[in-house]
């Protein structure tokens, strides 16, 4: 079966999935056949360079008729196009794996959702996630679930970036509260909220994160248009109506304590994700920028060991290189397309593709939690928001 795939915007996300589409028959040809068929957007001239180069073949500006056509429909636009496009596609029956954060708003996540649980077990709905999909964390998610770090205590997320430090570095939709929803909040919030649910989030471990106190800062209120001449008096600007960076302690139903962070403002930090897991028989550390390495401590007095997860038995290396020839990031992308397109064909055992539009409404009410309790000065359960 070929599945033809629609896909809703070009820029670094529609770059990310493209290639990722492009690898699968070389590198996972137990995935189904898909043909990029057609990319969606506004600007034609933009699109038609854009579909050359990323292998589509042909090009609509009409979202509305592609969701129905298609047998697959991506949404990798601006947070603010996920949720129209999506509850279309979903309502004509058209699988859709849409980018995170899942929607600029709890309100809109909730209709995805409802679309996804309405649509039935037969469209999958998948939330991008991509870190979900690096080799090392499934590897660590692996340890969890057998009980090797014991009973646990802490759970540390950050996720530090820098590209807003310059006073001067241009506006964009992810600066706008209504394109964009939330700021370093939602952009890189989500992906560790999501990461930490992934890891600890069953009964057996943390459990369900149960209050949060949240702080968000906005560091610079105005930034220069784009194609302005950055810096100068007469410079056009633009309100930044989202935070520049957060921070949040969570209280989990099992007893665990967590600390959360992100920054657009982290000087020298470009993208830098890390997870610290502190239980009961061992501790587990993870960096994005040492992504094919897990550091694992094992009791109290032998200090952290470094795995390399390069190994043909470790989690989707076999499809790639022998051991010891490492993976990248876009490696991510892959990993989570051959799985969420094995769930479209039915070609998966559970049958069920992770992380699903619940998993975005879960992380989404966890960010709003976050909001709220930053606005009210107070500790907030994401369950009742
Ligand atoms: C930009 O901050 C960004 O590209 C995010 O949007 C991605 O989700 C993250 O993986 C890297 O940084």
Redesign the pocket.
């Given at each position: 079966m070929t599945l033809s795939v629609g896909v809703l915007g070009y820029r670094?996300?529609g770059k990310a999935h493209a290639n990722a589409m492009a690898r699968l028959p070389m590198f996972f040809p137990d995935a189904p056949d898909v043909e990029r068929s057609v990319l969606v957007g506004r600007d034609e001239e933009a699109l038609s360079e854009a579909a050359g180069r990323l292998g589509f073949e042909s090009t609509s500006t009409d979202w509305e008729s592609v969701v129905d056509e298609v047998d697959v429909f991506y949404n990798l636009g601006p947070n603010h196009v996920h949720a129209e496009p999506s509850i279309a596609a979903l309502e004509a029956g058209t699988p859709v794996f849409c980018?995170?954060p899942l929607a600029p708003t709890l309100e809109e996540a909730e209709q995805m959702t409802e679309a996804a649980r309405e649509a039935g077990d037969d469209v999958p709905a998948g939330c991008a996630f991509?870190?979900r999909f690096v080799p090392a964390i499934r590897y660590a998610k692996g340890l969890l679930e057998a009980g090797e770090l014991g009973e646990i205590h802490h759970v540390r997320g950050r996720?530090l970036?820098d590209?807003l430090v310059d006073p001067d570095a241009p506006w964009s939709w992810?600066n706008d509260e209504e394109l964009a929803g939330s700021g370093a909040l939602g952009?890189?919030g989500?992906?560790t909220v999501d990461l930490v649910r992934f890891l600890v989030g069953s009964d057996e471990l943390a459990g369900e994160i149960e209050r949060i106190s949240g702080h968000l800062r906005t560091f610079v209120e105005e930034r220069p248009v784009e194609g302005s001449e950055s810096g100068v008096d007469d410079a056009e600007t633009r309100t930044v109506t989202v935070d520049d960076a957060y921070s949040a302690q969570l209280a989990f139903e099992n007893g665990a304590m967590g600390t959360l962070e992100a920054s657009?403002f982290a000087t020298g930090h470009k993208?830098d994700?890390t997870i610290e897991i502190h239980g009961s028989e061992g501790s587990l550390r993870f960096s994005l920028e040492r992504l094919n390495e897990l550091e694992v401590l094992r009791g109290d007095d032998r200090g952290y060991e470094t795995i390399l997860v390069t190994d043909e038995d470790d989690p989707y290396v076999d499809h790639w290189w022998p051991p010891g020839h490492v993976l990248g990031?876009e490696h991510t992308f892959v990993h989570e397309n051959a799985e969420f397109l094995r769930a479209v064909a039915g070609d998966r055992e559970d049958g069920e593709f992770r992380p699903n539009f619940e998993d975005g409404l879960a992380a989404q009410r966890v960010l709003s939690a976050i909001e709220e309790s930053d606005d009210r000065g107070e500790w907030v359960s994401p369950s009742v928001i």
């Open positions: 670094f996300m980018e995170k991509n870190y996720y970036q590209w992810r952009d890189l989500s992906h657009r993208n994700h990031w």
